[in-house]
């Protein structure tokens, strides 16, 4: 047993793979978050397991997501732990041997129940997730009536259960390969912004987050 | 009970939350992942729900991962049914009302249980993959020799049950939304290719998959 392992890397948390790329930093977990427009949650529905993409973000030390009353993932997750998962892939690391190629990703992992959030968070959670995609809109459109807040529940899981995983940098070969005569480095990906496709019959002039959408 | 459903639209296919969104179209499901470097893994472990990012390709009608041999998630994949799953977000959809929002995104669920490829197998399948990545460097790099295969494992899952939902387009607003003053359309997203960095100390010259990383 490793008595000097802190609570929160005990467990499911605990990395045992390239445990040298592990963190349990709540920086690098919270910015893994931020930069993510949806997670994997992974749920057993008592026959299957199930993984399902779906939009998420943060809220201080809450991960939130959201969906209709009736899915099914939403009443699995209330009746029973889940996972959910974020990767961000930042390139292709080609080194001089096959066995020594990997990828440059970011990766977090969060175990856990969600809770339902009430109808006063509800508002509150959804409303801040507009203003995480685009700051300054909620004020723009048709906020949410009744009857849709009504119809849509939202849940939250405590970041307290959650590792990371980051891998960044060059290749690492073995000294007895570097004399291989193949080139060597980082392919790197990734996200970028589009520009704006303003729908058919829109006269509006776009606001800032659409002007700086690609900035 | 629906008889006039196909197999593959049975079951653990069936797509219930906007169904007009799904697809069990085998081009569809083969683009999606053939566009994607890693898909997420979810699997039961006899305790927990995990679910893990893990490089992955294709070849004809399987989806192929790897891990070395003594990995849990290996392990468990071998024992049992799990479900992998592939998201690509392409843009956030902005629509007059705030319950309208979406996104637009390709994804694939695909379920069943992955088998071990054989020894030789493992070969040709590990090289298809480095000719998916990077075509033409298997022949430059030192290839693996039989110990790093022996450590490794390759499983390979056939893509039978597997079902996709894709959302493309502009938003879909009610009739009587449509006069909201607001910008209403798409925020593009897509993933770019970054100018390669190439190692230190490493002199050889970039071969053809290197200077055209970004065409």
Same mark, same amino acid.
């Given at each position: 047993m490793?008595? %000097? ?17 592990? %963190?349990?930093?709540?920086?690098? #977990?919270?910015a893994?978050?931020? +930069? ?8 057993? @529905? ?13 809220i ?7 969906? %209709? ?7 699995? #997750? ?27 990703? $970011?990766? +977090? ?16 959670? #959804? ?27 939202? #849940? $939250? ?19 007895? @390969? ?5 080139? +060597? ?19 509006? +002039?776009?606001?800032e ?7």
């Amino acid at each position: 047993m490793n008595t %000097s392992s802190s609570s929160r890397t005990q467990g499911r948390t605990q990395v045992k793979r390239s445990a040298n790329r592990a %963190s349990h930093d709540a920086a690098v #977990l919270h910015a893994i978050i931020d +930069a993510a427009w949806v997670c994997h949650v992974a749920f057993h @529905d008592g026959h299957d397991v199930h993984c399902i993409p779906t939009a998420c973000w943060r809220i201080g030390n809450d991960l939130y997501i959201h969906g %209709s009353n009736g899915s099914r993932m939403i009443k699995c #997750l209330l009746g029973g732990d889940c996972c959910v998962t974020i990767t961000h892939v930042d390139g292709l690391v080609l080194a001089r041997s096959a066995f020594n190629h990997s990828m440059n990703y $970011r990766s +977090a992992v969060i175990y856990g129940r969600f809770a339902a959030v009430d109808a006063q968070g509800k508002r509150t959670a #959804l409303e801040a997730f507009m203003e995480h995609l685009v700051p300054g809109r909620q004020r723009e459109i048709r906020p949410g009536n009744d009857k849709e807040y009504a119809a849509t529940t939202v #849940l $939250r899981i405590p970041l307290d259960e959650a590792a990371c995983k980051v891998r960044g940098g060059p290749p690492e070969d073995e000294e007895a @390969d570097l004399a291989i005569a193949a080139w +060597a480095g980082v392919l790197p990906l990734r996200e970028t912004r589009g520009a704006p496709v303003v729908d058919t019959g829109c006269d509006v +002039a776009a606001p800032e987050y659409v002007r700086r959408w690609q900035e």
